[in-house]
């Protein structure tokens, strides 16, 4: 149980496009979804919490307009990077709790890199 | 601030020899620690959640321990299959209650050489 599917899983794109990543909780309803963004040999880095039906808080440091999060359902939510530009690539990966009791499950990531 | 750190930052065991990795932790409420598996190029896998000092849990060849001000996360006779990054987080109570956002440490990459 508790099944956190990320795609893409890599993603290769030109300098000034826009990359959407998606995250779905498979066997379970997520009432909140994370998304973290992760350098090599580096902790996991918290860019915005998103509740179903509601906007996303991002963490200080985070341009909104450029990270765009879109939570439709319960069981999806979406991260655009508009605009991508080199120092975008990274890695990034998702989560989703059921209650603020609960651990967090992740997604595999998505590998960005932008040329 | 809240802030979690690891130790060692890498460690390499011979198969079988048990040891030990160290989370400790500085924030202002403690809701929750969490122990997470990642292994290279894939999302954390979760292991452990200890809420109180004095907590300990198990699971296979790990065993993770909490203390006022850190925890530690034991594996007993380790197999190279238990190669991976071991990432330790905290969870702590928000002005309005539980707050679900996780703070990370940088993680402990363990080698198991068979």
């Known amino acids: 149980g508790a099944v956190v599917s990320q795609h893409p899983s890599r993603v290769i794109c030109k300098s000034g496009t826009s990359v959407k990543i998606e995250c779905r909780s498979l066997d379970f309803q997520a009432t909140t979804m994370f998304w973290y963004r992760q350098f090599p040999k580096q902790s996991l880095m918290l860019m915005a919490t998103s509740n179903e039906g509601s906007k996303a808080t991002y963490e200080q440091g985070v341009e909104k307009d450029k990270f765009l999060i879109n939570h439709a359902s319960l069981t999806l939510s979406t991260l655009t990077v508009t605009s991508a530009h080199p120092e975008d690539s990274s890695f990034y990966i998702c989560s989703a709790v059921t209650g603020s009791n609960q651990p967090q499950h992740f997604g595999d990531g998505t590998r960005l890199s932008i040329l | 601030e809240d802030q979690v750190t690891q130790s060692p930052e890498a460690l390499r065991l011979q198969e079988g020899e048990s040891s030990s990795l160290n989370c400790s932790y500085t924030?202002?409420?403690?809701?929750?620690l969490f122990w997470y598996r990642q292994d290279p190029g894939k999302g954390p896998e979760f292991l452990f959640t200890?809420?109180?000092a004095g907590e300990e849990k198990e699971k296979e060849r790990l065993k993770a321990t909490l203390t006022k001000k850190e925890s530690f996360l034991h594996i007993t006779a380790p197999k190279p299959e238990d190669s991976a990054t071991y990432l330790c987080a905290v969870q702590v109570w928000g002005a309005t209650g539980a707050n679900s956002k996780l703070t990370f440490g940088k993680g402990i990459t363990l080698s198991v050489r068979p």
């Open positions: 200890l809420y109180s």
């Open positions: 924030v202002s409420g403690l809701r929750g």
